[in-house]
């Protein structure tokens, strides 16, 4: 199987392929979601961030593209691994990989920690690099 990468709409424009035509490409709404979600945490202890995947049948987070999720936060959150990849993620009974990292409010009340995620939705035609940022409320007590 032959997969082609594509980055961004301006490739995918050259080829002559339109999501509207038909083609195996869709809206990352279509083919991919991606939630990051954290619980309510206590000042000094760690609270683990969750990111989850749900892509559509048919369509998979490819293991072989590069994926990373790089953690920022001010600093009254400490992030210990500020990078994750695809291979720090778990896909067991997912339908796309999820992850955890946890983070440590260092003082109390609501931080804001940002998520920027890189992956590649892929079907059994093609692979379309995909970009998100995420934003997570860490409310702690």
Not at 4 to 24: D, F, P, Q, R, T
Not at 33 to 53: D, L, S
Not at 77 to 104: E, K, W
Request: one cysteine or more; aromatic letters at 4%; a positive charge.
């Amino acid at each position: 199987m032959v997969r082609k990468w594509m980055v961004g709409a301006g490739v995918i424009g050259c080829l002559g392929i339109s999501a509207a035509g038909g083609s195996s490409l869709a809206a990352e709404s279509d083919l991919a979601r991606v939630t990051a979600t954290a619980p309510r945490a206590r000042v000094g202890q760690p609270a683990t961030v969750e990111v989850v995947f749900k892509v559509a049948e048919g369509s998979h987070i490819s293991p072989d593209a590069p994926l990373s999720l790089k953690f920022s936060g001010p600093e009254t959150v400490r992030i210990d691994r500020t990078t994750l990849h695809y291979r720090d993620g778990s896909t067991a009974g997912a339908s796309g990989p999820v992850f955890q990292n946890p983070v440590t409010p260092l003082a109390a009340g609501t931080h804001d920690v940002e998520i920027d995620a890189s992956y590649y939705v892929c079907t059994a035609e093609l692979c379309n690099r995909q970009t998100k940022t995420l934003h997570v409320k860490l409310t702690a007590k």
